[in-house]
């Protein structure tokens, strides 16, 4: 990692501690590197926190929020887990799967992976979450899904997800790489609700083991495809049945599949930062309350807060400058580096001003009123489980200094 100069407030390093690199070295010391116990380990732990509503301890001691079957399918990256997760749900050419414009391109890119068209749907402008009234207007008759993201990590409403997927017959399948670990509606996201949920474990992420992520479905059918597609498209279900000796050569190829795995180094990672989830998280989230406090006479327009208290990862602090603020959005970013040597970031540029998905989606700028606002005032302030106090106060000077009267 190349250290920040010193004073540099960074965006969002990575919180790896003494922990974690112990568990990547036993891994390594163990010679197994490629995916093996660790993440079969990892997918286990991973599935139990999500039934569990992040229980720090063991299953059996808790009683379970989500009770039905659960299967967690360890990838290289959550783009791996959301285009095996489409691909097990028979996405293909002429169908269409609505996604947010307010999204990293990794959401649509999986749909077109598939020759499937992404249709662009505008933002709700308090959430900036996919404004499922406007998704409502767009269903066709070829429409097959709905990518909703749980951007920032503040949670796309449970009961209006579940009714959405009703009234138009659309499979959903959740982004949820902002959203480890949240609750919507008191229910774990990633537990059950939905057909497939992926959770993205990349550097900058809630958690993380470098690249990595979990596609999680309660889908039994689902989990096998993902299974053996992200592995060349390897089954050994009929030698399992007919088990060849036992001696575990054998294989059948079944499909032209990826290559999405996850090392054992990567998953031995994950499962240290899988128990300091919810820790890591609380952190974040009293670093979001500092912001609240210090900025709130200022012309900014805060990140919406949860319907019930606690639910929302904090995985971006996100805020947008007001038309009565002094400066503009670039200006901002550029003197809080310049200036006040605090980092920053703007999630995101909207998948409609990037000249490929211009190419093939017909949605423009007039079709999303909302997110094109939203661009041009938004930015994210740092906000990550090792900051220090000091940190924080930096920031907070920062902000205060360009935008307070
Ligand atoms: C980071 C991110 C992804 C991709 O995650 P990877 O693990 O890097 O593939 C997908 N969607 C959203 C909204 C993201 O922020």
């Not at 138009?168 to 949920?197: C, K, L, Y």
């Not at 083991?209 to 059918?221: A, K, N, Q, R, W």
Request: hydrophobic share 45%; proline share 7%.
């Amino acid at each position: 990692m190349p250290e920040e100069p010193v004073g540099v407030v960074p965006f969002a390093p990575p919180d790896i501690g003494e922990e974690e690199i112990a568990a990547v070295v036993e891994a390594m010391r163990s010679g197994w590197l490629t995916t093996g116990p660790n993440a079969a380990a990892f997918e286990a732990e991973f599935a139990d926190a999500l039934r569990t509503g992040f229980a720090p301890t063991s299953r059996a001691q808790v009683p379970p929020i989500w009770d039905g079957p659960l299967h967690a399918v360890a990838v290289n990256s959550a783009t791996a887990g959301l285009h095996l997760a489409l691909e097990a749900l028979g996405i293909g050419p002429g169908d269409e799967v609505l996604v947010p414009t307010w999204t990293f391109t990794a959401t649509a890119e999986v749909v077109r992976y598939l020759g499937a068209d992404p249709v662009l749907v505008d933002c709700d402008p308090r959430t900036l979450n996919i404004d499922l009234e406007r998704a409502a207007q767009l269903v066709t008759s070829r429409t097959r899904a709905i990518i909703p993201v749980h951007f920032a990590g503040l949670p796309v409403s449970r009961a209006d997800l579940a009714a959405f997927a009703r009234t138009h017959d659309v499979t959903v399948v959740e982004d949820a790489a902002h959203a480890f670990p949240v609750p919507s509606d008191g229910i774990p996201i990633g537990a059950g609700q939905s057909e497939a949920v992926v959770f993205s474990f990349y550097a900058t992420k809630t958690m993380t083991t470098g690249e990595g992520g979990m596609l999680v479905t309660p889908d039994e059918s689902v989990a096998r495809r993902a299974r053996t597609m992200r592995l060349h498209g390897i089954s050994r279900d009929v030698f399992d049945r007919y088990a060849h000796g036992g001696s575990g050569w054998a294989y059948e190829v079944v499909a032209p599949g990826f290559k999405y795995n996850l090392t054992d180094t990567a998953a031995a990672m994950g499962r240290v930062q899988l128990r300091r989830a919810v820790a890591m998280r609380e952190a974040r989230a009293a670093i979001g309350r500092r912001y609240d406090e210090a900025f709130a006479d200022l012309p900014l327009q805060f990140p919406a807060h949860p319907m019930r208290p606690g639910e929302h990862a904090w995985h971006l602090y996100v805020v947008r400058l007001r038309d009565d603020a002094p400066i503009g959005r670039d200006a901002f970013i550029q003197r809080m580096a310049a200036e006040h040597r605090v980092s920053t970031s703007v999630h995101f540029i909207p998948l409609h001003r990037h000249p490929y998905w211009q190419e093939v989606c017909a949605a423009t700028a007039a079709d999303l009123p909302h997110a094109e606002d939203a661009f041009g005032r938004t930015v994210s302030l740092p906000i990550f489980s090792a900051m220090s106090d000091a940190q924080v106060d930096q920031v907070i000077v920062a902000v205060r200094a360009l935008v307070g009267s």
